[in-house]
């Protein structure tokens, strides 16, 4: 019989240049977090390395199998007997890397992975270029990974701002989405709380993102702001911008109330698109 209640929680961080000094912390917090009583522990984008100098990012990333953070969050899961979501370590992929989220069972065991989908590609008005695809490999599918409690969909900071992605996941049967995140101080003061509110609303399901917070070792400045939103769009919890872990009590029966009194997912309907030209009208009178 699926729980029907639970204790998340999100680990804020500010990882820096070093990997196994981000695994220690974040071992440290997971552990603080599993004695607070949680029973679903999660962590941010970037756990296991916060670094923007490319040659340096491929200096300390190895393979998925031989990662210190994914090995050592394995054991405090299985040591705590504790749910941990990895929001995301960067793994080596080829000539590339992947921004890889996983969920980790209670028994220590990998129950899924998952690939961020959308790269923040863009060339900024005042000149400045942002290409993430130069160096990261970017999923092509949507993960939901059963919990103990229910399917939690797996997508990762950016994706956030792709409704679709959380609607398509919830349609599939999550209750509970995530974004873990290393969302800039500038974008998250602009959008972070009324996208997550608006996922939760939208697809009458819980939003868990762990966030990094602070200024980083290699000059990046992150929002910070870690946060858990019920399915009703009321943010349960939500951090400052310092390392430390938040808990909410988590209800699953607030999932089918939510969605029976916005039944958004029930009454969809497909449509299509019509393009109306502004010299149509007048071409038909000319020629009636």
């Known amino acids: 019989m699926t729980a029907t209640r639970f204790t998340a929680a999100c680990v804020q961080m500010r990882s820096g240049r070093d990997p196994l000094k981000n695994r220690d912390a974040a071992v440290a917090f997971v552990r603080e977090a599993a004695e607070k009583g949680a029973h679903f522990i999660q962590t941010p984008e970037m756990t296991s390395l916060v670094e923007r100098e490319r040659a340096a990012l491929f200096d300390k990333v190895g ?14 899961a299985r040591e705590r007997k504790t749910v941990v979501q990895i929001g995301s370590i960067a793994v080596k992929e080829g000539d590339k890397i992947a921004n890889r989220a996983f969920l980790i069972s209670a028994d220590g065991e990998i129950v899924a992975s998952y690939d961020k989908v959308h790269l923040f590609d ?3 008005p005042n000149g400045e270029s942002w290409r993430e695809s130069a160096t990261y490999t970017g999923g092509d599918r949507a993960v939901l990974a059963e919990t103990p409690w229910g399917y939690l969909g797996l997508t990762i900071c950016y994706d956030v701002r792709f409704a679709a992605l959380y609607r398509a996941l919830a349609e599939n049967g999550a ?5 873990p995140a290393c969302f800039t101080k500038q974008t998250g003061e602009a959008h972070w709380h009324v996208m997550h509110r608006a996922r939760a609303i939208e697809t009458g399901s819980f939003m868990i993102s762990a966030a990094q917070g602070g200024t980083h070792e290699d000059g990046r400045e992150t929002f910070g702001h870690s946060i858990i939103v019920d399915p009703w769009g009321r943010v349960l919890a939500e951090a400052g ?24 997912l029930k009454n969809a309907r497909p449509f299509k698109v019509e ?4 010299e149509e009208p007048s071409r038909r009178a000319a020629t009636a």
């Open 175 to 179: 209750s509970f989405l995530s974004a």
């Open 241 to 264: 911008t310092e390392p430390g872990v938040i808990l909410a009590e988590i209800d699953t029966d607030l999932v089918t109330d939510a969605r029976g009194r916005i039944p958004t």
């Open 63 to 76: 393979p998925q199998d031989r990662d210190p953070t994914l090995a050592a969050l394995r054991e405090v």
């Open 275 to 278: 393009i109306v030209s502004a």
């Open 122 to 124: 863009v060339d900024l």
